[in-house]
């Protein structure tokens, strides 16, 4: 059997968190919540994602922060990273591209678009 | 001649019975005129009254004095009630399509077939000596009649083609079979047969009315003092030692029981009714016919008495007397009225028992056997019709066999009270299961299963010793010689009489065991779904049983068809196919029956035979998917709970879509003003967005994955708690933009108290157990009210939002210094951290909150709040300290300044 693929979720909306914990559960991914940036960066050689859904408005360190130290200790690491945020800019885009992410999504999301994104990501490094 | 005169007499009143039931068959203008009559259903329901209140109720006068009256008293009790009670029955069975008693607490407990198959064989045990005493009592006024000499009556030992009771269960059978079981309707539906029952009530009580009259009449005539007849001694006169209160109030309680949940009242009252504005005059119709018969009963009583030798049985007052004056026409008519009270009882009892049965025990065990499906469902209308009026005379049968053996020995009322006695066992699991959602189906097979035990023990089976079919040993000594637990003497309640004793311990047991039960073993998940539908019916009325259902069941279409076409008529099918389809025929006949129209079969089907033979039968039907029936109920069950949350959802999703026309009007408004850049917009859409994703995404869940119990109360509460913080932070955008536009301050004066009452009101709702003081030293300040009273409201708001829903304490002060004024609202609350402290006043700046889960503010309100102080010319400032509360204090001055004047 294949080894679930792992997901690292940084929001600090427990709501948010809630509903992607129980959608992604459900289609079998294995999960790591973090409440903000900080957390997330502590947490990520431990659990090893292979996919990291990125929040940018958080307390304590941003999204956008939060990707480019990511990228810079662990420049070996596969991972995925697609924010996923209510900011909806043009230069919010730009940034988050810029500080490394594969894809950017604008809340409020559709669940299956979502899923989809997440499944196409996985299978091109998985 | 007068041999044959009853004989002629009942034969052109069972001929006329079946021309009225026919004839308002065949006329449907007519019939549908008679049945819309509000008294048709009223006087239907006189049904009540059988030969046993007709002619027992004078034997009983003279016996047992006052007490006849309870048999009257316990419906005239109820009757202001059934506008209550018989509304929420008949709302309940109609939605459900229940078609009999048995059927009706089947549903109750799970569509539970073991239930329906106990209450049904209950039913049938209770009401056949029930029916027997009418039969006595018709042979008996027949003979009385036809022979010279009370003397010659012989009830026993005669042959049975020459015994009229015996001509009587038959004719009766007939009818009932005829005009009962015409055609298959799935309502069970009998216009014929309830207007021949209406008519039998108004030939009940004329005949008594009249020949009471007469008898009355004679009686002074005779004797020469006419009041005497009313007068007091009169009634003192009538055995008053037998009056003991507890068999008085027994008999009034068990008869209110019996006027509801005898098979054949309910029947009348609930599968016959058509709608329920026919309750309301039943209400006071029903008390006023039993008022007009009671009342006679006494002068009749004393009449026979005072008249009549002692050898002749009391029961036949209403026949003898008027022959001893010489009213033979009279006598007559108070036969038919007889005939009519005990005629009537038995073709709707005989009718509602054959329903029952065949639905509730017959139609499960033939279907129990696999093979018999096909042959069963291949002419389904046609079986069912044929089962029914097999036991429609098998019913009448056994019920004249059960007259020969033993109520030939026994009186009316006597045999009638142990049948009260008996269907009364039903009431606890009845009314409760009404009431009490926790009501479980185990609860209420072991309270009745004892309840009917400890019933037949204390008097079936005794009348059956004293009927020499068992030794007497054990009414004088008791089983194994224990006294007390002798049937006279059940746990030493022998001081009663017996109905009363019987009543007070089985009725007893019954509710504790079944209470005990239902807290002990409660409700399955299964049960719960139908228990929520009898105990609060209105949620569902609107919706059909399984509309919104997620189940997925379809099922051959050639088969549903067959099934349909037998229980409904060709044209109603065709019909139901074009509201279904659109049109019909179709070009091409469809192979699979939908899952919804599945639904629809179910429901008329269910009509027909039953919920709990439905079951069986849809199990067979659906085959593609073969569903334990546990797993059907289950997935019904859920269907339900869909329902519930789906108002949810929709309720929500409309306030939501009143904020969104909020919003868009706001939106409007903020791109015109220059102040408000793209900022200002980016913030309030990034606000907007993080509430509207939790919505979005965890009602799209709720949609389209199974969910625990637990899950869908969590998704739902957050769901409706962020759409509150959408709503929220629309208010005080336009709140924030209202600022702009203002000019001027408006500055009047304002009396303290009344400010602060406003606020108090405001905030009440919020409360709980906090504390929320007020304090000033000065009655009236200089202000603009609506800006201090926005600003006051927010700060009180978060006070309540930071504080402990108990022990929170706010405190607002009003000082009082040369120049200006000083306003502090102060909270015991969490506190504000050093580092959010310079920052909230910013614009969409949010403190980071103990508890995740609950929503945010907007980020706005302290901001509007320093705007609209900083208008009047005024500050706010803050003094915090984490974990130990909060002051916000307001200064602003008391002249005007200025550049105001």
């Given at each position: 059997m294949k080894k679930a693929a792992r997901i690292l979720l940084v929001d600090d909306e427990a709501p948010i968190l809630t509903a992607l914990e129980f959608l992604l559960t459900r289609e079998g991914y294995q999960i790591e919540k973090a409440g903000n940036g900080k957390v997330a960066l502590d947490k990520f050689s431990d659990f090893d994602p292979d996919l990291i859904l990125l929040d940018v408005m958080m307390p304590e360190m941003n999204g956008f922060e939060t990707a480019l130290q990511l990228r810079q200790r662990f420049p070996e690491k596969d991972c995925r990273i697609i924010f996923l945020t209510a900011k909806g800019m043009k230069e919010d885009r730009q940034q988050g591209f810029l500080s490394g992410a594969e894809e950017y999504i604008i809340k409020p999301f559709d669940n299956d678009e979502l899923l989809t994104i997440i499944k196409e990501n996985l299978a091109e490094i998985l | 001649m007068k041999a044959a005169l009853p004989y002629i007499v009942v034969t052109n009143w069972m001929a006329l019975l079946f021309v009225v039931a026919h004839y308002s068959v065949v006329k449907k203008r007519l019939r549908k005129r008679i049945q819309k009559h509000h008294l048709t259903y009223a006087l239907s329901l006189a049904l009540y009254c059988t030969a046993w209140t007709f002619y027992g109720s004078i034997g009983n006068a003279v016996s047992g004095g006052w007490t006849f009256i309870g048999v009257y008293l316990g419906p005239t009790l109820i009757a202001p009630f059934l506008s209550i009670l018989l509304i929420k029955m008949i709302r309940i069975s109609k939605h459900l399509r229940i078609t009999s008693i048995a059927d009706f607490l089947s549903s109750r407990y799970g569509k539970s077939s073991n239930m329906g198959a106990v209450v049904a064989l209950f039913c049938m045990l209770v009401v056949i000596p029930y029916i027997s005493i009418q039969l006595k009592a018709m042979s008996f006024s027949t003979q009385f009649l036809a022979v010279e000499g009370i003397n010659e009556i012989k009830l026993t030992h005669q042959h049975f083609y020459t015994d009229p009771a015996f001509f009587f269960a038959v004719a009766f059978a007939i009818f009932s079979a005829v005009f009962g079981t015409i055609r298959l309707d799935p309502n069970e539906k009998h216009p014929g047969l309830v207007n021949a029952i209406a008519f039998e009530s108004i030939v009940k009580i004329v005949a008594f009315v009249v020949a009471s009259l007469v008898i009355i009449y004679a009686f002074s005539k005779e004797d020469g003092h006419w009041l005497e007849a009313m007068s007091p001694e009169l009634i003192s006169s009538i055995n008053n030692e037998a009056l003991g209160w507890p068999k008085w109030t027994t008999i009034a309680f068990l008869s209110a029981i019996a006027f509801l949940l005898l098979p054949r009242q309910f029947h009348i009252a609930v599968v016959e009714n058509r709608t329920e504005e026919q309750v309301y005059p039943s209400t006071w119709i029903i008390p006023l016919y039993l008022f007009i018969i009671s009342i006679l009963v006494i002068p009749i009583a004393y009449v026979g008495m005072s008249v009549m030798p002692e050898y002749i049985d009391a029961?036949?007052?209403?026949?003898?007397?008027?022959?001893?004056?010489?009213?033979?026409?009279?006598?007559?008519?108070?036969?038919?009225?007889?005939?009519?009270?005990?005629?009537?009882?038995?073709?709707?009892?005989?009718?509602?028992?054959?329903?029952?049965?065949?639905?509730?025990?017959?139609?499960?065990?033939?279907?129990?056997?696999?093979?018999?499906?096909?042959?069963?469902?291949?002419?389904?209308?046609?079986?069912?019709?044929?089962?029914?009026?097999?036991?429609?005379?098998?019913?009448?049968?056994?019920?004249?066999?059960?007259?020969?053996?033993?109520?030939?020995?026994?009186?009316?009322?006597?045999?009638?009270?142990?049948?009260?006695?008996?269907?009364?066992?039903?009431?606890?699991?009845?009314?409760?299961?009404?009431?009490?959602?926790?009501?479980?189906?185990?609860?209420?097979?072991?309270?009745?299963?004892?309840?009917i035990l400890i019933w037949t023990y204390m008097l079936p089976f005794t009348q059956l010793v004293q009927a020499g079919y068992f030794s007497s040993r054990i009414l004088n000594h008791g089983p194994w010689g224990i006294y007390w637990l002798s049937p006279e003497n059940f746990l030493g309640l022998g001081v009663y009489d017996p109905i009363t004793a019987c009543t007070i311990v089985s009725l007893s047991i019954n509710t504790l065991l079944f209470v005990l039960f239902s807290l002990i073993s409660p409700p399955k998940e299964s049960e719960i779904s139908q228990a929520d539908i009898f105990t609060s019916p209105e949620k569902y009325l609107q919706f059909?049983?399984?509309?919104?259902?997620?189940?997925?069941?379809?099922?051959?279409?050639?088969?549903?068809?067959?099934?349909?076409?037998?229980?409904?008529?060709?044209?109603?099918?065709?019909?139901?196919?074009?509201?279904?389809?659109?049109?019909?025929?179709?070009?091409?006949?469809?192979?699979?029956?939908?899952?919804?129209?599945?639904?629809?079969?179910?429901?008329?089907?269910?009509?027909?035979?039953?919920?709990?033979?439905?079951?069986?039968?849809?199990?067979?039907?659906?085959?593609?998917?073969?569903?334990?029936?546990?797993?059907?109920?289950?997935?019904?069950?859920?269907?339900?709970?869909?329902?519930?949350?789906?108002?949810?959802?929709?309720?929500k999703t409309q306030a939501l879509d009143a904020s969104t026309r909020e919003l868009r009007l706001a939106n409007q408004r903020l791109l015109d003003l220059d102040i408000l850049k793209n900022e200002f917009i980016s913030n309030v859409t990034h606000e907007l967005r993080t509430p509207l994703t939790s919505i979005q995404s965890l009602s799209q869940i709720l949609m389209t994955y199974p969910v625990s119990e637990e899950e869908q109360e969590r998704f739902v509460k957050i769901i409706h708690d962020e759409a509150v913080r959408v709503g929220q932070l629309v208010n005080q955008v336009l709140d924030y933009r209202k600022m702009d536009v203002i000019e001027e301050v408006q500055w009047s004066r304002w009396e303290v108290v009344e400010l602060f009452n406003e606020i108090r009101d405001s905030v009440t709702a919020l409360l709980e157990n906090r504390i929320l003081e007020f304090k000033h030293e000065i009655e009236d300040i200089r202000v603009d009210k609506n800006m201090l009273k926005h600003i006051l409201l927010n700060l009180v708001s978060n006070a309540l939002k930071f504080t402990d829903a108990r022990g929170g304490q706010i405190r607002v002060v009003l000082e009082d210094s040369s120049t200006h004024y000083k306003m502090s609202v102060a909270d015991n609350g969490i506190g504000i951290s050093e580092e959010a402290l310079p920052h909230i006043f910013d614009r969409f700046y949010q403190v980071q909150k103990a508890q995740l889960d609950k929503p945010k503010g907007s980020g706005l309100g302290l901001a509007i709040c320093k705007r609209y102080i900083e208008k009047m010319d005024g500050t706010i400032t803050v003094k915090s300290r984490q974990g130990e509360g909060s002051t916000f204090t307001l200064e602003w001055p008391k002249e005007n300044s200025e550049k105001n004047d």
């Open positions: - | 029961d036949t007052y209403l026949l003898s007397l008027p022959l001893h004056y010489g009213f033979l026409f009279i006598a007559l008519l108070v036969y038919l009225g007889g005939i009519a009270a005990a005629g009537g009882m038995m073709i709707v009892s005989l009718l509602a028992l054959s329903i029952m049965i065949s639905n509730n025990l017959v139609v499960p065990l033939i279907l129990n056997y696999r093979t018999q499906y096909d042959y069963f469902l291949s002419n389904l209308n046609q079986r069912l019709l044929e089962i029914r009026r097999v036991i429609i005379f098998l019913v009448a049968l056994l019920s004249y066999g059960f007259y020969q053996l033993i109520t030939v020995h026994y009186s009316l009322v006597s045999v009638g009270l142990i049948s009260f006695a008996g269907i009364a066992q039903l009431a606890p699991i009845f009314f409760l299961g009404l009431f009490w959602k926790k009501a479980s189906r185990k609860g209420a097979l072991i309270g009745l299963t004892a309840g059909r049983p399984s509309q919104l259902s997620p189940v997925r069941r379809s099922s051959d279409f050639s088969a549903m068809d067959v099934v349909l076409k037998n229980i409904l008529r060709p044209e109603q099918v065709n019909q139901l196919y074009a509201t279904y389809f659109g049109k019909w025929p179709l070009t091409e006949t469809p192979k699979t029956t939908p899952s919804d129209l599945v639904d629809i079969v179910e429901n008329h089907l269910t009509g027909a035979v039953g919920a709990a033979s439905t079951k069986i039968i849809l199990r067979y039907l659906v085959k593609d998917e073969p569903i334990q029936m546990d797993d059907l109920i289950n997935m019904l069950d859920q269907t339900q709970k869909v329902i519930q949350y789906s108002n949810e959802l929709q309720s």
